[in-house]
């Protein structure tokens, strides 16, 4: 089974925004332009709904998903 969230380092990536696709974390930045930027210029023929934007906590943060 493919993993489609990588495992992210919060003490490099702590307070950012990551764009993330298949499986791998392609961009990150300090605002959401910044990134999906980022990002087309990465991976220019791969549509916006591939890409996985999600904003990192600054500290390590449990989400228990039910």
Same mark, same amino acid.
């Given at each position: 089974m493919k993993k489609d969230i990588p495992v992210i380092d919060v003490k490099k990536y702590g307070g950012k925004q990551v764009a993330i696709l298949d499986g791998k974390i392609i961009a990150s930045g300090n605002t959401l332009e910044q990134v999906i930027e980022r990002a087309r210029k990465i991976? %220019? @023929?791969? %549509? #916006? +709904?591939?890409? @996985? +934007? #999600?904003a990192v906590p600054k500290t390590l943060t449990v989400i228990y998903y039910v």
């Open positions: 991976a %220019p @023929k791969r %549509p #916006l +709904v591939d890409i @996985k +934007v #999600l």
